[in-house]
């Protein structure tokens, strides 16, 4: 069982910053193992998937957010991160982190940016 809570979010003008965080908990895992994911779900729209980063530490990202956006992990404290550059307000939306351990999806609670223009 994996345990995801989010931080992070809030209101920003565009091209502020912002710093997601995403900390795991739980049993039966190692979480340097685990590959974890941002997502993003704007109001009216599907969940898309906004950065994974594997337990080997490589990175992908959507095409809509190359070079703005950069998530790291910190094995030792359970925690991956989204760092948020040059926020757009299309960037607005729940942000979600996930994982999957045994074929079976975790998710966070979702935690809101708001980007005003």
């Known amino acids: 069982q994996v345990q995801l809570v989010e931080s992070g979010g809030g209101l920003v003008q565009a091209g502020g910053s912002l710093r997601l965080s995403c900390t795991a908990s739980?049993?039966?895992?190692?979480?340097?193992?685990?590959?974890m994911n941002w997502y993003r779900q704007a109001l009216g729209n599907e969940r898309e998937l906004v950065a994974v980063?594997?337990?080997?530490?490589?990175?992908n990202y959507a095409d809509s957010v190359k070079g703005r956006f950069t998530m790291s992990r910190d094995n030792a404290k359970n925690t991956v991160y989204l760092q948020m550059n040059s926020l757009k307000p299309e960037d607005t939306a729940v942000y979600y982190c996930?994982?999957?351990?045994?074929?079976?999806?975790?998710w966070g609670q979702g935690t809101q940016v708001t980007v005003s223009s």
């Open positions: 739980g049993s039966g895992f190692a979480f340097s193992w685990l590959t």
């Open positions: 996930n994982t999957k351990l045994w074929s079976k999806d975790y």
């Open positions: 980063i594997f337990g080997a530490g490589g990175r």
